[in-house]
C-alpha cells in the first residue's frame, strides 16, 4: 500500500501544472477579459449590481447631490469568431439603474426640478440590450492584450469609455448646431489575481468602482441649461441573481419582468441607452411602469 501511494504521488509530481494564462497572448486576452465581464462558459448568467450617488456640478454653485442610485446589470457571453478579427466574445446584456430620494433612499416616482420649477416624471434607466463583443484583434488591426495589472495576489483593470455621437433625440443638422451627445464611462476593476489567470477557472468575482460623466438627462427637461451630472459608484459580481437587494428585486418582480436573466446569446438588436429609451417612450413604443 504504502509502495502503491508513493508511486501516484511520484506521477502527480511528473505531470507539469497548466501555465498560467498569458495577458500578453490574443488568446489568453480574450479568457482574462470575459472571465472578468461574465464568464467562459456559454450562455451562464452573471449578474452586476452597484450603489452610489449622482450629483450635478453647475458654473458658480456648490455640487449639488440629486440622487442616491442602484443599479444592476444581468449578463451572459458566449464565444463568437469574425474571418477578420479572429475569435472572441460577445456579451448581452440587459441593466436597471434606479433614481432614489437622496435622504429616504426610496425609489422616486417623480423629482421637483428645483431649476425649473416644474415636477418631473421619473425615468429609471431600463435599457434592454446593452451589448458588445470583442476579438483576438482590435478595431485598430493590433492584437488584443489585456488592459489589466497584476500586482501581488490581486489584479486591477481600468476602462475609460469616451462616448460621442449623434443624439437620437436631435435633428439632421446635429453637425452644424451641436447636438453630439459626450458622455465618459470610467470602470475599475479589482479582484483575485490568481483566480483570474488560472486556466482552470470559469470566472472571476471582481468590485468594480464606476464614474460616470454626461449632459441633463432628457426627463429632466433641462432645455439647454448648464450642468455635469456625474454618478460615483462601487459594486461588484454577484453569486447568483438572488443576491440582489430586496428592492431591486421587488422592481423587476413589479416593473421589469425580463431582468431576470439575460438576452438571448444571439440577440442581434440595437443597443439601447437612455436617450433611445427615452425617445421611444415618448413615441409609444414602450411604455413607463405604471407606479400608481
Given at each position: 500500500?504504502?509502495?502503491?501511494?508513493?508511486?501516484?504521488?511520484?506521477?502527480?509530481?511528473?505531470?507539469?501544472?497548466?501555465?498560467?494564462?498569458?495577458?500578453?497572448?490574443?488568446?489568453?486576452?480574450?479568457?482574462?477579459?470575459?472571465?472578468?465581464?461574465?464568464?467562459?462558459?456559454?450562455?451562464?448568467?452573471?449578474?452586476?449590481?452597484?450603489?452610489?450617488?449622482?450629483?450635478?456640478?453647475?458654473?458658480?454653485?456648490?455640487?449639488?447631490?440629486?440622487?442616491?442610485?442602484?443599479?444592476?446589470?444581468?449578463?451572459?457571453?458566449?464565444?463568437?469568431?469574425?474571418?477578420?478579427?479572429?475569435?472572441?466574445?460577445?456579451?448581452?446584456?440587459?441593466?436597471?439603474?434606479?433614481?432614489?430620494?437622496?435622504?429616504?433612499?426610496?425609489?422616486?416616482?417623480?423629482?421637483?426640478?428645483?431649476?425649473?420649477?416644474?415636477?418631473?416624471?421619473?425615468?429609471?434607466?431600463?435599457?434592454?440590450?446593452?451589448?458588445?463583443?470583442?476579438?483576438?484583434?482590435?478595431?485598430?488591426?493590433?492584437?488584443?492584450?489585456?488592459?489589466?495589472?497584476?500586482?501581488?495576489?490581486?489584479?486591477?483593470?481600468?476602462?475609460?469609455?469616451?462616448?460621442?455621437?449623434?443624439n437620437p433625440l436631435g435633428g439632421e443638422f446635429q453637425k452644424?448646431?451641436?447636438?453630439?451627445?459626450?458622455?465618459?464611462?470610467?470602470?475599475?476593476?479589482?479582484?483575485?489575481?490568481?483566480?483570474?489567470?488560472?486556466?482552470?477557472?470559469?470566472?472571476?468575482?471582481?468590485?468594480?468602482?464606476?464614474?460616470?460623466?454626461?449632459?441633463?438627462?432628457?426627463?429632466m427637461e433641462m432645455n439647454g441649461r448648464d450642468g455635469l451630472?456625474?454618478?460615483?459608484?462601487?459594486?461588484?459580481?454577484?453569486?447568483?441573481?438572488?443576491?440582489?437587494?430586496?428592492?431591486?428585486?421587488?422592481?423587476?418582480?413589479?416593473?421589469?419582468?425580463?431582468?431576470?436573466?439575460?438576452?438571448?446569446?444571439?440577440?442581434?438588436?440595437?443597443?439601447?441607452?437612455?436617450?433611445?429609451?427615452?425617445?421611444?417612450?415618448?413615441?409609444?413604443?414602450?411604455?413607463?411602469?405604471?407606479?400608481?
Amino acid at each position: 500500500m504504502k509502495l502503491l501511494t508513493t508511486f501516484a504521488l511520484l506521477l502527480i509530481a511528473a505531470v507539469p501544472a497548466m501555465a498560467e494564462l498569458d495577458p500578453n497572448d490574443p488568446a489568453d486576452a480574450m479568457t482574462i477579459s470575459r472571465k472578468v465581464a461574465c464568464s467562459t462558459i456559454d450562455g451562464e448568467a452573471i449578474t452586476y449590481a452597484w450603489y452610489g450617488n449622482l450629483w450635478v456640478r453647475r458654473a458658480g454653485e456648490r455640487d449639488k447631490l440629486l440622487f442616491r442610485i442602484e443599479g444592476m446589470n444581468v449578463r451572459t457571453c458566449s464565444t463568437v469568431s469574425d474571418p477578420e478579427r479572429g475569435s472572441g466574445y460577445k456579451l448581452v446584456s440587459r441593466e436597471i439603474m434606479l433614481y432614489k430620494d437622496p435622504k429616504t433612499d426610496k425609489v422616486l416616482t417623480t423629482w421637483e426640478n428645483p431649476w425649473t420649477g416644474k415636477t418631473n416624471t421619473v425615468m429609471h434607466v431600463a435599457n434592454d440590450p446593452v451589448n458588445f463583443a470583442q476579438y483576438e484583434v482590435g478595431r485598430s488591426g493590433q492584437p488584443a492584450r489585456w488592459g489589466g495589472v497584476v500586482e501581488g495576489d490581486l489584479f486591477r483593470q481600468t476602462n475609460t469609455v469616451p462616448l460621442f455621437y449623434t443624439n437620437p433625440l436631435g435633428g439632421e443638422f446635429q453637425k452644424e448646431v451641436g447636438g453630439t451627445y459626450h458622455a465618459t464611462e470610467m470602470f475599475n476593476f479589482f479582484g483575485d489575481a490568481g483566480a483570474l489567470l488560472d486556466p482552470d477557472t470559469t470566472t472571476v468575482m471582481p468590485h468594480v468602482g464606476w464614474v460616470r460623466m454626461s449632459t441633463w438627462l432628457p426627463w429632466m427637461e433641462m432645455n439647454g441649461r448648464d450642468g455635469l451630472l456625474y454618478v460615483h459608484a462601487s459594486g461588484r459580481k454577484l453569486e447568483s441573481w438572488n443576491d440582489l437587494s430586496d428592492t431591486m428585486k421587488a422592481e423587476i418582480r413589479k416593473h421589469y419582468p425580463d431582468y431576470v436573466a439575460p438576452p438571448p446569446v444571439d440577440d442581434d438588436r440595437r443597443n439601447e441607452t437612455s436617450w433611445i429609451y427615452y425617445k421611444r417612450i415618448q413615441s409609444g413604443e414602450r411604455e413607463l411602469p405604471d407606479r400608481d
